[in-house]
């Protein structure tokens, strides 16, 4: 914030107001602007630009969008390579099965205690990894999820809420 006389600094010069620096502090000889304005004033308008720009519904609609989709794509991908296992882990044990029964109907080979053997192996290393990845929650993230947040933000002036709030907050909000 600058001034338009003498393009000094506008900073706070008492505990309410900015103005001029050059005004207030090398007096009329460098600027003679003596326009103030209120603190909560300049505060007011830098916010509501910033939501104005930043939280433009066409931009948060492009962004959450975005997000939707790429968490909606993680997601499906982390099925489907657990589905994949879970396919492998099935087959795997019908062919333990399968050299189960011929055993039992008397049709022993030694090369099937070697085929066995690695069988369990593969079992094993299935199951682990199905333990190791649990099911992703079938939460899917709303198509129509930019209305609400623009529907939330309408609501919400970012001048009172708590300027601890992390971006991206309503977006978390609906996740969960
Ligand atoms: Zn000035």
Avoid at 35 to 48: N, S
Avoid at 155 to 168: I, K, V, W
Wanted: glycine residues 6%.
């Amino acid at each position: 914030m600058v001034c338009d006389c003498c393009g000094a600094t506008y900073t706070l010069i008492n505990k309410s107001r900015y103005g001029c620096s050059a005004a207030r502090n090398k007096g009329n000889a460098i600027c003679t602007n003596r326009a103030t304005i209120e603190r909560e004033e300049v505060e007011a308008r830098v916010l509501g630009g910033l939501k104005d720009r930043l939280m433009h519904p066409d931009l948060v609609a492009v962004f959450v969008e975005e997000y939707r989709r790429a968490w909606n794509d993680a997601q499906a991908g982390q099925m489907a390579a657990r589905a994949k296992t879970e396919r492998d882990l099935a087959q795997v044990e019908r062919k333990i099965a399968g050299i189960l029964s011929a055993i039992e109907d008397g049709m022993y080979e030694p090369s099937m205690k070697t085929r066995m053997e690695e069988l369990k192996v593969e079992k094993a290393r299935l199951s682990s990894g199905l333990a190791e990845t649990p099911e992703p929650p079938a939460l899917r993230l709303h198509p129509r999820l930019a209305d609400h947040y623009c529907w939330m933000s309408l609501r919400t002036d970012p001048a009172l809420s708590p300027r601890s709030d992390p971006p991206g907050y309503y977006v978390f909000w609906f996740m969960t």
